[in-house]
């Protein structure tokens, strides 16, 4: 299965309209700093968004198949963006009281996220630019 992601820049602006999908509206744009008018997200800032927000959703749904109360799940990922290699700090917080085997388990769930399996298992880029 292919996933399909378009930006389309905004004139006069480094804002971009990002359809994800061909459904969903993401807009990103970049710091003042960088010449942005630091309106939404820049594009870099949405990697470790889509990290936390993966491990987020796998655990919760490896929860509910387990009948599984979590409570609240937060996920902070600090995503260290100048090092080489780059690298994700990863915290998990529920907000329920869980057994340490339980916890154990939601840490490996938790690593088996399709966004954390992609990276890890290497990316190949194939680009092309085409003009009018």
């Not at 905004?10 to 994800?20: A, H, N, S």
């Not at 009948?67 to 915290?91: A, C, K, M, Q, S």
Request: net charge negative; charged share 25%; proline share 6%.
């Amino acid at each position: 299965m292919s996933l399909t992601a378009t930006a389309r820049s905004i004139p006069g602006t480094l804002r971009q309209d990002v359809l994800v999908r061909g459904r969903f509206h993401v807009t990103t744009d970049e710091p003042e700093s960088l010449g942005g008018e630091d309106t939404a997200p820049a594009p870099h800032e949405l990697f470790p968004a889509a990290l936390a927000a993966c491990v987020s959703t796998t655990i919760v749904t490896y929860a509910r198949t387990k009948g599984w109360e979590l409570g609240e799940v937060v996920v902070d990922v600090d995503y260290e963006n100048v090092e080489t290699p780059r690298r994700f700090d990863i915290r998990i917080r529920v907000s329920a009281p869980l057994e340490d085997a339980q916890l154990r388990r939601l840490e490996k769930v938790a690593a088996a996220c399709p966004v954390r399996r992609g990276i890890e298992s290497g990316i190949v880029f194939a680009e092309r630019i085409d003009a009018a």
